[in-house]
């Protein structure tokens, strides 16, 4: 999993011998609505990266959209990072938001990122200090952006996958993705884009820890999901569908894209079409 994942052990031992910049993603909890610690718990020298906050879009009407480069470079560069820094991604749940950060600065063109794997769990497991607070006098930098196409597609791309022969892989729970539990989300409907295999996120991780390639290649072939074809991944908001990605990529998928809108857009418009379950 090299070039995706960090250990707690490794951070540290990084952190000792040369500049890494820590970043926490947060998020409050999308179903439950339970807002995520931002004010405590920090590993040394680390900021927040605010999902619900500037880490997103709020112009779209969807709940955690990609903010345009300009906007994201502006906002990474007001947490002390340039394209060139070495960066580490780190979350309070262990692997649930993190992804979608790291996928983020990827479609940015960022080089050097990986996610802390088990997250702030794994780094308290290992005994090694935190803090009350952010990094403080974080110096602003210039984010020079090198956008790459393809890491997240649009509404029209999805409807033309089964055209062009791409998978389509729902992170979400098997009850949302049935259509045997309502959707969380007022105004937006049961079931699942046509055609979609599910992969809930939860299925790749073991302690809230990516698990081995090779069980990866496991689960997304009893899911039906070849990894050696195109795959879209979706979610709820397009967050968890990072995790998904993810685990595609570290399984060798050359063509992995995330839908931003996810069920929270597609699930809204009547206009496109959906199977269940049930």
Known sequence: MEGFFIQANELHKAMLERPVVVLRAVMSDPVSGVADNTSSDFIPGSVNFDLDGPGSDHGTGLPHSLPSAQALSLYLGQLG???????????????????????????????????????????????????????????????????????????????????????????????????????????????????????????????????SESQLVDVFEQAGVDINKPVICSCGSGVTACVVAMAAKVCGTSQVSVYDGSWAEWGANNQFPLETEL
């Not at 979350?91 to 950060?101: H, I, T």
């Not at 997250?119 to 090694?128: M, V």
């Not at 105004?187 to 820890?209: C, E, K, M, Y």
Request: charged share 20%; proline share 9%; hydrophobic share 35%.
């Open 81 to 211: 990072i340039s394209a060139e820094s070495e960066v580490v991604v780190y979350e309070n749940r262990g692997l649930f938001c993190a992804p979608r950060v790291w996928w983020m600065l990827k479609a940015l063109g960022h080089k050097n990122v990986r996610v802390l794997d088990g997250g702030l769990p794994a780094w308290k497991a290992c005994g090694y200090p935190l803090n009350e607070a952010p990094q403080a006098n974080t110096i602003n930098r210039v984010y020079v952006p090198d956008p790459q196409p393809g890491w997240f597609v649009g509404s029209d791309f999805v409807s033309q996958a089964k055209a062009n022969e791409w998978q389509i892989a729902d992170a979400r729970s098997a009850g949302r993705f049935s259509g045997r539990e309502p959707d969380p989300r007022p105004g937006v409907r049961s079931g699942h884009i046509p055609g979609a295999r599910n992969v809930p996120f939860t299925s790749l991780l073991d302690n809230q820890r990516m698990r």
